[in-house]
């Protein structure tokens, strides 16, 4: 199982910016539309206390680890989901 989601929409680009970060760093991660998938849109809005703002990235990770090689990306939020 991966150890990220991304909950997004196919449309919204920074959904598409964090999408080709996760990518780009070799992440394992499971995305989700919400548009589409109504289970996905509920989990997110659990996650997030209610957060209708996408995308939405969860997981949990080592921001310190990433923080030099992280490109600036505006308009994600990050929620620590514990399991």
């Given at each position: 199982m991966a150890a990220f989601e991304l909950f997004g929409t196919a449309s919204c680009p920074h959904t598409r910016e964090m999408r080709e970060w996760l990518?780009?760093?070799?992440?394992?991660?499971?995305?989700?539309?919400?548009?589409?998938?109504?289970?996905?849109?509920?989990r997110m809005l659990e996650i997030s206390r209610g957060q209708r703002t996408v995308p939405l990235f969860g997981g949990r990770w080592n921001r310190s680890a990433d923080r030099l090689a992280r490109p600036r990306l505006r308009g994600v939020s990050l929620a620590h989901v514990t399991r």
């Open positions: 990518e780009w760093k070799g992440y394992e991660f499971v995305e989700y539309d919400v548009d589409a998938d109504h289970a996905a849109r509920t």
